[in-house]
């Protein structure tokens, strides 16, 4: 190795970014050549110089609790509630409707209610499933700052089914994908469009994924784009008379994977 | 780490404060002035969290400070334009410095700070981010934004400046 070699690696030599070999090559060098040696004592000295503790500085107090208050938090109430019960059915839309028939002279006159209220329930659909995107986003972000992730937390599918078990009136499909890199790691209650509804917790290596489970409603054709809110993918499917949906800041083709895994 | 989000700001992105400051503190030369960089950088950080796809949290996080800091670096000398530059007046020796903090570093370390605030920033950063944040050329070049050749070119100048201006000041004294 040459001098000028030598002090055009000088700095990266003494920054640690050198490989040993070359490290190995400029010690040589630094032994036998006086200058060498000289500029890299200067050097030495000018880093041993800046790495003094008092030259740093350090986040003066309170600015970690001043930066914790600014940063936004997403309100429950800043989302409209979604899943209006525009289909004529009441709020209680998934309960069977045990009421007594019309009487018949009423009933044309029921039916072509009906049918207004599913032409508007078409019409809506698409604003309706956005408000209610929203709430599931809101939803998921709020299950991970409220620390409230899970009300039963457990891996096992047989444990997280029966939690449900009197706290909703329908029992959501529960599965466990761990096998295919989506553990199961618990479940809640949460309240979406008006309705208690099952939330699934999966993981998917630092992501979580929140599944919402309700029993699907009619006229419901469970057809709905993926959509991309605040960052998260939110995506909608049906199943055996559910509509899930999945929330998550996990890439969109992961997210699709697993959504393909809860539809088997 | 555990969770993604609202828990993993925390625990991720929170931690890198002081270093988050440090940079932006060597960068806008005031406390108050960095105080309010660093909050901005982290609400832009808290709004981009939900794209950023895991990694070295902290050069992601330094690389938005670095750009707080320089959007609004440019904004000043903007209307700087109007005033005259006035070294004294606006020097490193900022008014919003804290004095007790000032009295407690001894002589040579008086010396080396207002020679590194007296660098021009694009130097400045580099060295700051070697030196006082421990980043590699790799980091420093995503952070900045600029090849790892001209961080390289860049420290070297930095450091010639430097240890030139510090042999001048250490003759005078």
């Known amino acids: ?264 | 780490m555990d969770k993604p989000n609202a828990g993993t700001f925390e625990s991720q992105v929170l931690p890198h404060l002081d270093a988050a400051f440090g940079l932006a503190r060597w960068l806008v030369r005031s406390d108050t002035d960095a105080e309010d960089r660093v909050q901005d950088a982290y609400l832009r950080a808290w709004k981009s969290f939900a794209g950023f796809r895991g990694g070295d949290a902290k050069a992601w996080l330094l690389a938005i400070v670095r750009n707080a800091c320089y959007t609004w670096l440019k904004s000043r000398r903007l209307e700087n334009l109007s005033t005259p530059f006035d070294e004294e007046i606006h020097g490193p020796w900022d008014a919003s410095d804290n004095p007790h903090a000032r009295l407690a570093l001894d002589r040579d370390r008086q010396a080396i700070r207002r020679a590194v605030e007296a660098l021009p920033v694009e130097f400045r950063e580099v060295l700051v981010l070697r030196e006082w944040q421990g980043c590699s050329y790799r980091e420093i070049s995503e952070i900045a934004d600029i090849p790892i050749g001209t961080v390289m070119s860049r420290l070297l100048r930095a450091r010639e400046r430097l240890h030139k201006s510090l042999a001048r000041s250490g003759g005078e004294g």
């Open chain 1, 1 to 264: 190795m040459d001098c000028p070699r030598f002090l055009e690696l000088l700095h990266p030599w003494l920054d640690g970014e050198l490989d040993l070999v070359n490290a190995l090559e400029m010690e040589r060098h630094s032994d036998g050549c006086g200058a060498c040696l000289a500029e890299s004592a200067a050097l030495r000295d000018l880093k041993a110089r800046l790495s003094h503790g008092a030259l740093a500085f350090a986040a003066p107090p309170g600015l970690a609790a001043r930066i914790r208050a600014s940063l936004p938090v997403a309100s429950p109430a800043s989302v409209p509630p979604a899943l209006p019960a525009s289909d004529g059915s009441g709020s209680k839309r998934w309960r069977p409707w045990h009421r007594p028939r019309a009487r018949l002279g009423a009933a044309g006159l029921v039916s072509a209610l009906l049918a207004l209220a599913l032409g508007f329930w078409a019409m809506n659909a698409g604003f309706r499933r956005d408000a209610l995107a929203g709430e599931m986003v809101a939803c998921h972000v709020r299950s991970l700052q409220a620390d409230h992730l899970f009300d039963v937390a457990s891996t096992d599918r047989h444990t997280v089914k029966p939690w449900f078990t009197g706290k909703l009136d329908f029992s959501p499909p529960v599965a466990d994908f761990s096998e295919e890199g989506f553990p199961l790691v618990g479940g809640r209650l949460e309240y979406l469009g008006g309705h208690p509804v099952a939330a699934l917790v999966y993981r998917r290596h630092l992501h979580v994924i929140n599944v919402f489970c309700w029993p699907a409603a009619s006229g419901d054709n469970g057809r709905a784009t993926p959509k991309t809110l605040q960052g998260y993918h939110v995506v909608f499917w049906s199943r055996d008379g559910f509509r899930l949906g999945a929330v998550s800041d996990l890439n969109a083709e992961e997210l699709g994977q697993f959504v393909e895994l809860m539809k088997r």
